[in-house]
């Protein structure tokens, strides 16, 4: 079992930055394709990036390529999403998971951290 533990969400004003960081235990953090999601109120939980094991290969959904930067330490188990340029469109609970699977698809995805609140003011 891998449990996935979010942090560094908060609230930040339009145009400024968060680094969320998820911290892994509990598996061998190395063979998880890592991926981030986020849901707004009312709406379905949307991917937005993954990251592969050795960290070589990242890809992004379109709404965030070229503002949101994913990252890994496989030498501390924690991957990273580096937030730049938020929006209020951003504001969402942010999610981390873990699959064994190259996906976008939330249900490929085995394990999931409890979110983090990322809110973004105009």
């Known amino acids: 079992q891998v449990q996935l533990v979010e942090s560094g969400g908060g609230l930040v004003q339009a145009g400024g930055s968060l680094r969320l960081s998820c911290a892994a235990s509990?598996?061998?953090?190395?063979?998880?394709?890592m991926g981030w999601f986020r849901q707004a109120p009312g709406k379905d939980r949307d991917f937005v990036s993954y990251?592969?094991?050795?960290?070589?290969?990242?890809h992004y959904d379109d709404s965030v390529k070229g503002r949101f930067t994913i990252s890994r330490d496989n030498a501390k188990n924690t991957v990273y999403l580096q937030m730049n340029s938020l929006n209020p469109e951003d504001t969402a609970v942010y999610y981390c998971?873990?699959?064994?699977?190259?996906?976008?698809?939330?249900?490929?995805?085995?394990?999931w951290g409890q979110g983090t609140q990322v809110t973004v003011s105009s």
């Open positions: 509990g598996g061998t953090f190395s063979r998880y394709v």
């Open positions: 990251i592969i094991g050795s960290g070589g290969y990242t």
């Open positions: 998971a873990a699959s064994q699977m190259l996906t976008t698809y939330t249900g490929d995805y085995n394990y």
